[in-house]
């Protein structure tokens, strides 16, 4: 991307001064006897026939058949453009945030290349599997620090709601937030990002670490440490695009930024988690599950973050 193409030619060597001897039947000095030179009535007979045969072709290929071929070769030198000097735009999407800092001027830095633009932090779009640009979908591109390419779930907020334990008599299981059903009859829901499975795949080869930030919002509901029960047995569990799990005993362990549910307050209030992965096939987040609901004081809501993606 963004580099030079050259043009690779073949030389074509042998001894200096020395030239190779021409065909029989272009030989002014050879013989015209057909009887003597079989060889070169043969040779001239073939070479009249593909001649003949050239010609053929040459009048089966009307004006249309040439337009056809122009416009042909006019995309494929768009879409050569194109992949080099991506812009960011539905037309012409990069792979990756990445490859637009690569095209581009960093935000710090003097665009002394003319053939590269600044850039800014914003929403560009992206199409990490290359091809056709109709499966292309929107990103932020975060260049502050490098080049995240981060990803909004499509729903990404729940206000604080009251919400039914399908098994009352089970106070200390865990449930996904996909599973559950409010008091207003209001339903759970797995996590989605407005990209197919393929791109994120794609997305996912094109980086070497992601990140996800998760706020939930809680009133008497436990979210990571319970200081009244002194003990991390109602701690949020949040499930990865892959199914493994990120939990206080897991290897991807949460990152607490802090845990304002942790003891009972006057009023709703919020634990923040972010959690971060060098496998890229645990993220994007697609559930959480959690155990401390159910009662009738008792309300929780969140808010999903962005998954960005780094290389």
């Given at each position: 991307m963004c580099g030079q193409y050259a043009l690779t030619t073949m030389n074509v060597q042998g001894p200096p001064g020395v030239l190779n001897p021409l065909p029989p039947e272009f030989d002014a000095t050879a013989h015209h006897d057909k009887s003597k030179q079989p060889h070169s009535v043969t040779q001239s007979d073939s070479y009249r026939r593909r001649r003949a045969a050239t010609n053929d072709l040459d009048n089966d290929v009307d004006a249309d058949d040439l337009?056809?071929?122009d416009d042909s070769v006019a995309r494929l030198e768009k879409g050569m453009k194109d992949f080099k000097k991506p812009m960011g735009s539905k037309e012409n999407p990069a792979r990756s945030c990445r490859d637009l800092l690569l095209c581009s001027c960093s935000i710090t830095s003097t665009c002394i290349d003319e053939q590269k633009r600044p850039v800014t932090n914003g929403v560009y779009w992206i199409d990490p599997n290359q091809g056709s640009n109709t499966d292309a979908f929107q990103v932020y591109c975060n260049f502050t620090?490098?080049?995240?390419?981060?990803?909004?779930?499509?729903?990404?907020?729940?206000?604080?709601r009251k919400w039914h334990r399908p098994n009352p008599h089970h106070s200390d299981t865990f449930h996904r937030f996909s599973q559950l059903t409010s008091r207003g009859g209001h339903r759970g829901f797995q996590f989605t990002y407005g990209a197919s499975r393929t791109q994120l795949v794609f997305l996912r080869l094109l980086s070497t670490s992601a990140s996800q930030r998760f706020t939930f919002h809680c009133d008497n509901t436990t979210a990571w440490y319970s200081n009244s029960h002194g003990s991390y047995q109602n701690a949020l569990q949040f499930e990865g695009s892959n199914g493994e799990v990120f939990s206080l005993g897991s290897s991807d362990r949460p990152r607490v930024h802090f845990d304002n549910c942790a003891s009972p307050v006057d009023g709703p209030?919020?634990?923040?988690f972010e959690v971060t992965a060098?496998?890229?096939?645990?993220?994007?987040?697609?559930?959480?599950?959690?155990?401390?609901?159910?009662?009738?004081?008792q309300k929780f809501g969140f808010e999903l973050g962005q998954v960005c993606f780094e290389a």
């Open positions: 337009d056809s071929l620090s490098s080049a995240k390419t981060c990803l909004k779930a499509e729903d990404n907020k729940v206000p604080l209030t919020t634990t923040e060098d496998n890229m096939d645990k993220l994007p987040l697609v559930d959480f599950k959690a155990s401390d609901f159910g009662n009738q004081q």
